[in-house]
């Protein structure tokens, strides 16, 4: 199995719902990424789990909250977003810190998420 | 952190044609990577260089990176509808695990 898979595809939230996105890998991998993507953009790095400890947190706005449950699942909690925060949120995984050097990141498709 | 300059950002061009994209840096690069995004898809990685003068081929795609490797380019030969898409040079931190990308270029490709 050599993929990362996002669940759901796309979302539509109210800026007052608490929703979550979901990410899974089962390549081994023990570093995991979330970043943001608006579009004809780049990828912006949010946050970076090693071992299932958070690592780094770009100075994200507390309404984004990530939690690492175990070494394959990777989860992004949702709440009180702003109309701003819509944009494409991807998934990545390496198989650590180092090895992105030589191996950058598999991602996912992406969780297409709209804030109305 | 280090910047990475990608031009051009925008490329429209007819089926048939060659095309090259830059990406740029004022530091050298410990390693630079490419990746293509499609529509509705997170990116892909396409090659890895490492060593400067390195030359890499992947189909109709030709991926150099500057011998003081300070610079890279892909060159896409006889373009094909299917390369459209938002194409991304990248520098991997082997410290933290951070990619950090160029603006990315986007290209289309007429039929």
């Known amino acids: 199995d050599t993929e990362v898979t996002q669940t759901p595809k796309h979302l539509v939230m109210g800026m007052t719902n608490k929703k979550s996105l979901k990410c899974e890998q089962h390549?081994?991998?023990?570093?995991m990424y979330w970043y943001k993507q608006k579009a004809k953009k780049p990828p912006e790095l949010m946050f970076v789990?090693?071992?299932?400890?958070?690592?780094i947190n770009e100075s994200v706005p507390s309404r984004f909250s990530p939690e690492c449950p175990n070494s394959s699942l990777l989860n992004l909690h949702l709440h009180a977003l702003q109309p701003e925060d819509s944009a494409l949120y991807l998934c990545?995984?390496?198989?650590?810190?180092?090895?992105?050097?030589?191996?950058?990141?598999?991602f996912g498709s992406g969780t297409r998420l709209t804030v109305v | 952190t280090q910047l990475l300059e990608q031009s051009p950002q925008f490329l429209s061009i007819q089926e048939g044609e060659n095309l090259t994209v830059y990406c740029n840096s004022s530091?050298?690069?410990?390693?630079l990577q490419w990746y293509r995004q499609e529509p509705g898809e997170g990116p892909v990685l396409l090659v890895t260089?490492?060593?400067?003068?390195e030359v890499k081929k992947l189909k109709r795609l030709t991926f150099q990176f500057g011998d003081a490797r300070k610079d890279s380019s892909l060159h896409i030969t006889a373009a094909q509808p299917g390369d459209t898409g938002l194409y991304l040079c990248?520098?991997?931190?082997?410290?933290?695990?951070?990619?950090?990308f160029g603006q990315g270029t986007t290209l289309q490709v007429k039929p």
């Open positions: 390549m081994g991998h023990r570093a």
């Open positions: 260089v490492v060593t400067g003068g």
């Open positions: 789990y090693s071992y299932e400890k958070l690592s």
């Open positions: 530091s050298v690069f410990s390693s």
């Open positions: 990248a520098e991997g931190s082997s410290n933290t695990g951070k990619l950090i």
């Open positions: 990545a995984s390496s198989q650590e810190y180092g090895t992105v050097v030589n191996y950058g990141y598999t």
